[in-house]
């Protein structure tokens, strides 16, 4: 088991001071993707003070060091960790080349949290003026979340309701708010019993 790896699964050892100073001057000296990956994680559920910014350069460096789609769950955790703390910082771009690293890995079936990061981040993008003009393309990725789940389903209504006031706060025409296929997804949706 990887060092790194012991001190983020065991709750009473924490990584010592020196070296975390270390690893957050140099992140090169983590020597591998791997002991990068475990600092990183150590990092973001631990009591260290280190900002995001930093856990997000240490995930990043797992690719330099040669972190690829092969190594599977590490893969896949780091892009995850990645599309959500650019999203929290508003690094859109950033966010959308995570979560199609996801997706092209999970292809077969995304889970819902990838459609709702997915649709989030179209409009906040340049895609959001190409989903005012066709909102096909948003509607597809909310209608992939099962709204069976009150919870995702309540998402996907915030990232709707989030799209209408991006319309209006934009100074759209109006009628585009009322278009059919607004309306029409919008009952889908269930948010027009007001």
Known sequence: MNKYQEIYESPTKKLRKSELDNYLNDTSSLSNWENAYWVAKILMDGDYGVSDEKI???FESC???GLSSG???FYLDVNENLAKL???YG???KATAS???LENVNAEKSPDWLHLDFALVQLHTNSFFRDVEDPHFLFNRLSRVDWGNPNTKQQAQNIFSKFLCLIIENGIDSKKVASEEIVHFAEKLGMTDC
Do not use: V, W
């Open 99 to 101: 979560l199609y690293k």
């Open 91 to 93: 690094q859109y771009g």
């Open 71 to 73: 190594d599977g769950e």
């Open 56 to 58: 997000i350069e240490i």
């Open 63 to 65: 690719f330099f060091m």
């Open 86 to 88: 650019y999203i929290r």
